[in-house]
């Protein structure tokens, strides 16, 4: 969502800033802006719209200065004005950048107004930079005033303060959003994400919730939420530069479904060769605390559900263990029973996930016998806080529309069945067979990407419908729902998902020429039952595209237009499947001429409610 970033150096930090916002634009955002400490005193622009026209402005004004925070927003208290932008000043000395929502705005801004303070835009930002200003005339300290500020605020942010008065230092928090420190030579940084700082540097702290931190050029001082001095470790980032460019690719989102198969090795390297690298790969203490699971909660929201809706399948039929599948927004807000020995599992790209993390912190007072996190980043919120971590190892996924760390989760999500069943006792032979399937998995991803000429030519017949319907059976369901979010997103094309036993229960009156259903049809004990439920379309006008697998006899026809896809074992079914559903999104909204990596309305990191 919104995007921060923030530099102090022995030279000029523009470039640093509008370079970390390009990065940051994947995010999603409608307006931009920064401040520079130019010649003794802060300079602000803002504008509407892309960070490309922010850019034109700051060459125009030849802004220059050795500190300065930026900012991309996505708008939540006020529309999408360049009055409403960041950062947000006090006067013409103080400016905030924020992230995340703060609640008792309202009350703040009253109480700051009979201060005297003047508010010239509708966000809730404002009222924190003027709160800061207001301790810091009382304390003399920027530091000292922006604990104090910090500790008055309700909801989850991040932020990053500078001050004329003490040029020297910015002064960042974080609290329930995420927030990164860059470490440089005679230079730091402050991020909302650590790719917007991988030009300048690989080296990161990352500051715990609560942690106030102090940036100068030359060092970096944390405080806990309790007052304590404290140090954070260092980390080096381990990815590439150029995983965050698009190399040859139109669009980011067409380089990471192309870059699927290299995911999928590199989520399987190290982890598929043994039992023990399997269970090593979740956790020191991961035998003792598998071996005692007696029910699953899967938590998470979007994409990451989906997944979870996949893997609930994969538990019940291999692992034999109990499995429940919420959707994070719904979970926090609910008092559930939770039963013995429960694992609660959480999925998120970023694990930043304001909701799943939520309900994460909420799990603390019930009585489950662990938590484990699929993620995909390192040294986030939600990794740190959980006793058991896969990490998926997607690398850096750009686009809005998640392709690459869909197909990690459910990849991840598969060895964590695996890991369950054999620590209940699954026999040497359907263990080391099921190994075997997980190494020839990045190969089979890769015969399904080579359907991305027919998925092209597909493409052609949806751009003119308004709506589509997906269908799927058992864990296909869960994909048909994935593959609707996907052509939804960044096609703009209304899509829903059945599973296909339903279409008499009402979605057949829908059914005509100008409905598009698409079918995922692998062969498996519920082929024939799918295939009935094609003829219900068929026999009421609906066309019909059907990816199939060759054994499950569905024969291209009028009316029908079949995809043959590769042969596999029925497991790996979901994975698979998913690869074409995201070539014709993709081809899809290419036609219809949207923006691809960052559709309207949208955020790749949901970090507030």
């Not at 303060?161 to 420190?181: E, F, H, K, T, Y």
């Not at 809706?309 to 719904?330: F, H, K």
């Amino acid at each position: 969502m919104c995007g921060i970033v923030g530099a102090i150096a022995e030279r000029n930090v523009t470039p640093i800033l509008l370079h970390g916002l390009r990065r940051l634009e994947y995010r999603g955002y409608d307006s931009a802006g920064l401040a520079v400490l130019q010649e003794g005193a802060l300079v602000r622009v803002r504008r509407e719209g892309k960070v490309r026209e922010l850019e034109k402005a700051v060459a125009e004004a030849e802004l220059q200065g050795l500190l300065g925070i930026a900012h991309t927003r996505w708008a939540t208290h006020g529309p999408p004005r360049e009055h409403n932008a960041h950062p947000h000043l006090s006067g013409d000395s103080l400016a905030v950048v924020h992230n995340g929502i703060v609640e008792n705005f309202e009350p703040l801004r009253a109480r700051l107004r009979e201060q005297g303070y003047v508010f010239t835009s509708d966000t809730d930002t404002e009222a924190i930079a003027h709160l800061v200003h207001l301790h810091l005339q009382a304390q003399g300290d920027l530091f000292a005033a922006v604990r104090l500020a910090a500790a008055e605020l309700e909801g989850a942010y991040a932020l990053a303060v500078v001050s004329a008065s003490q040029p020297d230092r910015i002064v960042a928090v974080r609290s329930g959003s995420p927030l990164v420190v860059g470490l440089g030579i005679g230079e730091n940084y402050v991020a909302s994400d650590q790719l917007a700082l991988l030009p300048v540097t690989t080296r990161f702290l990352y500051p715990e919730e609560g942690d106030v931190v102090e940036i100068t050029r030359d060092s970096v001082h944390i405080v806990s939420a309790d007052g304590t001095r404290v140090e954070r470790a260092e980390h080096e980032f381990d990815g590439s530069h150029e995983d965050a460019e698009k190399g040859p690719y139109r669009h980011f989102m067409l380089k990471e479904i192309h870059e699927q198969p290299a995911a999928i090795r590199n989520t399987l390297e190290g982890r598929i060769g043994s039992e023990e690298q399997l269970l090593a790969a979740f956790g020191d203490n991961a035998r003792e605390l598998l071996s005692r699971v007696r029910n699953i909660q899967i938590v998470a929201c979007g994409t990451s559900y989906h997944a979870g809706m996949v893997a609930r399948y994969w538990l019940e039929s291999i692992a034999g263990v109990p499995c429940q599948v919420e959707v994070a927004s719904e979970f926090r807000y609910r008092k559930p029973v939770v039963m013995p020995d429960t694992l609660l599992v959480t999925i998120s790209q970023s694990g930043e996930t304001a909701d799943t993390l939520a309900a994460l912190r909420a799990a603390n007072s019930e009585n489950y016998l662990a938590r484990l996190a699929i993620c995909n980043v390192a040294g986030s919120s939600l990794t740190r806080e959980s006793a058991l971590v896969l990490l998926t190892r997607a690398g850096p996924e750009i686009g809005v529309a998640s392709t690459k760390a869909f197909t990690t989760q459910l990849v991840g999500l598969l060895l964590l069945v695996l890991a369950l069943a054999r620590v209940r006792g699954m026999e040497d032979a359907d263990f080391e067979g099921m190994l075997e399937m997980l190494r020839r998995l990045p190969a089979l991803a890769e015969q399904g990407l080579a359907l991305d000429g027919e998925t092209e030519r597909l493409a052609g017949e949806f751009v003119e419908k308004h709506h589509t319907l997906f269908l799927g059976r058992g864990p296909l369901f869960p994909i048909a729902m994935e593959g609707a979010l996907k052509l939804k997103e960044i096609s703009y094309i209304h899509a829903e998902a059945y599973p296909a036993g339903e279409l008499k229960h009402g979605p057949l009156a829908l059914v005509d020429q100008d409905m598009p259903v698409v079918a995922v049809a692998p062969n498996n004990d519920l082929v024939e039952k799918l295939r009935s439920n094609l003829q219900e379309v068929r026999a009421r006008g609906g066309r019909l595209y059907v990816f199939a697998d060759e054994n499950a006899r569905i024969q291209p026809d009028d009316g029908i237009r079949v995809v043959t896809m590769p042969r596999a074992d029925e497991l790996l079914g979901p994975i698979l499947y998913t690869l074409p559903l995201q070539l014709l999104s993709y081809h899809v909204a290419v036609l219809r001429g949207t923006d691809v990596d960052q559709p309207r309305n949208l955020a790749k990191s949901v970090t507030v409610e």
